[in-house]
């Protein structure tokens, strides 16, 4: 069986790609499942394409196997895209989702309904040995709920309510987000990749 690294130590996003991948013949591994830990990359772009390939060109050099990363994040339109890129260390260094979602909410508590238009953003980039880097974007369109909800995923999902529905992220079930998130999308388009390798 091929093996193909995920490049990624949220174990949320390891989760969902694990799911969404069971149907190839692929062995995945994220970089939680080795015994020698894997250093942080650091994430200097400015763009979630750039910041992928970042990611997926560094691990994918040091293993010699192919790798995919994942670069995601929240815009929010009413804070001019914030917290975009910065969004897993939007309120500190610790990558503490409650605090992110303390400070989006904060930031946009006299923000009424209409204005709160946001989406998910995933890019994702795959390196292979001696091969150009693909990227591809995938996207999630919604807007922010009036008060968190929900225990499901990870991240931002209990403040996001995608499009066609009236329950936030954490409120749907992992089936259900797999099937209309941003990472979803993008891995559809790198979908015939993935066929090739299992
Ligand atoms: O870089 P890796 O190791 O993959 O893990 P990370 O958590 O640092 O990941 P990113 O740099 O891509 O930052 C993404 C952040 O965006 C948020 N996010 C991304 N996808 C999400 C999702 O499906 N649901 C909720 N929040 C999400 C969440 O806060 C993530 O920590
Ligand atoms: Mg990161």
């Known amino acids: 069986m091929k093996e193909l690294i995920v490049a990624t130590k949220n174990s949320g996003k390891a989760a969902e790609f694990r799911e969404m991948f069971s149907k190839y ?3 995945v591994k994220s970089l939680l499942d080795f015994d ?3 250093n942080d990359i650091e994430e200097t772009g400015t763009s ?3 910041n992928a390939a970042i ?6 050099s040091k ?3 192919p790798v995919l990363a994942d670069d995601s994040g929240l815009v929010i339109d009413a804070l001019n895209g914030e917290p975009g890129v910065y969004s897993a260390r939007y309120a500190g260094e610790e990558k503490d989702d409650q605090k992110n979602i303390e400070k989006v909410m904060a930031k946009l508590k006299d923000v009424p309904e209409n204005d709160r238009t946001a ?3 995933c890019a994702i980039a795959v390196s292979r040995p001696d091969k150009e880097t693909f990227i591809k974007v995938g996207k999630c369109e ?3 709920a009036l008060e968190e909800r929900g225990n499901h995923g990870f991240g931002y999902d209990p403040i996001f309510i995608p499009n066609g529905s009236n329950r936030t992220l954490a409120e749907h079930t992992p089936e259900e987000k797999n099937s209309i998130s941003h990472r979803k999308n993008a891995i559809l388009q790198v979908e015939g990749w993935l066929k090739a390798q299992s």
Not at 55 to 60: D, F, G, L
């Open 142 to 144: 919604g807007s922010i």
């Open 36 to 38: 020698d830990p894997v």
């Open 63 to 65: 293993f010699n196997v």
């Open 25 to 27: 013949t692929i062995e």
């Open 119 to 121: 989406r998910f953003i």
């Open 48 to 50: 979630f394409e750039e």
């Open 55 to 60: 990611k997926s060109e560094a691990i994918c």
